[in-house]
Structure formats: C-alpha cells, structure tokens
C-alpha cells in the first residue's frame, strides 16, 4: 500500500467547501441592512407641471434612486422670467455636502452636466439658473444628486425633468 501526504482532490473540495460555508455565514451576519424606511425600491411618481395665479411655471420632480437604498425628495423647478429657481429637498440627510447637477440624459444614462446646482447641505438646496424654466425644461434631462465630491460617480437620487 502506498501512503502519500498530500490531500487528495476530494479532500481539498470538502475544506473548500467548509471554508465557504463559514465565510459566506460571517458576510451575511455583519452585511449591512437597509433601513427599514427605505426597504424596497418604490416607482418614481410622474414629475407634476402646474401655472401658478402669477403666471409662473412651476415643476415639481419626485427624486429616488432605482435600489430604494438612498435619498428620495423633490426638486421644484419655478421659472421667473431669464431666470429658474431650483429648490431640492431630500431625506434622509447626509452629513456630508452632496454635489447635486442637471444632466443631459435619464436617470438610467446620466450624460453631461448641463447646469451645476448649490450643493446639498443637511438635505436642502436652493440655486437660480440665469435662464427661463423652457429652456432647462426642454426635454431629455435629470436631476442627479451624488454621494459626496469624492464619490461623485455614486448617484443617491434621481428624477427626470419634463419637457415643457
């Protein structure tokens, strides 16, 4: 009989195998979870155009991200003659200042940034665009916010902006 000390292929796969088994049970007990206020990812309402008594546009666009992991809010887009004041408003908070633009594209093909807006401070932001509501309505654009200016490729809410 020979006897050889290395571990054959069987035993290898039956280590393998319980190694797995307790790493991927580590994983799953410390992964973190979602927050129960955000636990399945909901459809984005339809963004609502309304003329206000003085003859201004006003756009209301409902932000949220695909997952339901991030933010969800609104951006009120109201026109003021040459000018468009854009207020956001997120939850949850971010104690951290998000970088928030209006983008050529959808939510799901984010382009170039067609305007920048005033950060997100504590979930709010305020900015006036030197242009009328047409011309930032004008069809085929979004508003994105971003994590942070470090990890601006990571999108926490979207929202697409109808044409008018």
């Known amino acids: 009989m020979v006897r050889s000390d290395a571990l054959s292929v069987r035993q290898i796969a039956i280590v393998l195998a319980c190694f797995l088994s307790v790493v991927t049970a580590a994983c799953s007990a410390s992964a973190p979870t ?4 955000v636990a399945k990812a909901k ?8 003329k206000m008594a003085n003859g201004q546009t006003a756009i209301t666009v409902y932000l949220s991200e695909p997952t339901g992991t991030y933010q969800t809010g609104t951006a009120t887009l109201t026109g003021d003659g040459d000018k468009t004041v854009v207020v956001v408003d997120v939850a949850p908070s971010m104690p951290i200042s998000q970088p928030i633009h209006i983008h050529v594209g959808a939510c799901t093909a984010v382009g170039t940034i067609a305007d920048k807006l005033a950060d997100v401070v504590l979930g709010k932001s305020t900015t006036e665009i030197a242009k009328p509501i047409r011309e930032v309505a004008s069809g085929g654009k979004v508003i994105n916010v971003h994590l942070s200016a470090t990890e601006i490729r990571t999108y926490t ?7 008018l």
């Open 34 to 37: 979602p927050s129960p206020t």
């Open 43 to 50: 459809a984005t309402p339809t963004a609502v155009v309304k």
């Open 157 to 163: 809410a979207c929202g697409e902006i109808p044409a």
